[in-house]
């Protein structure tokens, strides 16, 4: 069975710093994995996606995420955040296989970027 | 172009009442996919349609059902309403059924069950 841990609930941080929102998963086979954001009184939109090739991925609004197999890991990073990137963000795994066709979701990170 | 849209907004219902929600998707989309989504947690999936046959379907009761009509637009049904069905429902559409297309989401219909 497939599960999907988000170390962090909550994450502050200043504006223009960098930051790290942390994902890990565990499947018994291969995975797609995504990066989703959700603002206030929104759905959910996709910011960037790994299915295959290199392991550095870069998504919308200046995210980028690394997939580390060994590790079981799919780190979502930003160099500098603004204030607009306040949101929930969501790490999501999907296993390979067959009619594969459901997302499976960890608990979200809310990130607040303080002025 | 129109994204995924969902009707109503929001809703609310006693224990006991049965629900349908509304999905249309994306123009050109056939696949359909819904989530429930309680408050403080990630989505969870409830089904997955594509061309109209159910293709997926989550650890959700038969209380859960759902239909995608020729036009690829999709209702969720609830039956028997529990308290524990308060939550955020999306859908999500892609334009086939297979996982690496992205799935492009609605705003969500809000249910309270009272």
């Known amino acids: 069975a497939q599960s999907v841990t988000q170390l962090d609930s909550q994450v502050p941080v200043f504006e223009e710093a960098p930051v790290e929102l942390r994902c890990n998963y565990s499947s018994s086979v291969s995975v797609y994995l995504f990066w989703y954001v959700q603002y206030p009184n929104q759905g959910l939109q996709l910011l960037l996606k790994?299915?295959?090739?290199?392991?550095l991925v870069k998504g919308i609004n200046g995210f980028e995420a690394e997939f580390n197999k060994s590790q079981t890991s799919f780190h979502l990073r930003k160099p500098s955040v603004h204030i607009s990137d306040t949101a929930e963000y969501f790490c999501a795994v999907s296993e390979i296989e067959a009619g594969a066709n459901n997302l499976f979701f960890g608990t979200g990170t809310r990130l607040t970027v303080i002025p | 172009d129109a994204g995924v849209t969902q009707s109503p907004t929001h809703l609310i219902k006693t224990r006991g009442q049965q629900v349908t929600l509304r999905c249309s998707p994306i123009s050109g989309h056939k696949s359909v996919s819904w989530y429930q989504q309680v408050l403080g947690q990630g989505p969870q999936f409830i089904f997955q349609?594509?061309?109209?046959?159910?293709?997926g379907r989550g650890n959700f009761p038969d209380r859960f059902s759902a239909r995608q009509f020729p036009n690829y637009s999709s209702e969720l049904n609830v039956n028997a309403l529990l308290l524990g069905d308060s939550a955020l429902y999306l859908c999500?559409?892609?334009?086939?059924?297979?996982?690496?297309?992205?799935?492009?989401f609605g705003p969500g219909t809000r249910l309270t069950v009272t």
């Open positions: 349609y594509y061309e109209k046959e159910e293709r």
């Open positions: 790994y299915l295959s090739g290199s392991t």
């Open positions: 999500a559409s892609s334009p086939y059924g297979g996982v690496p297309y992205e799935q492009y």
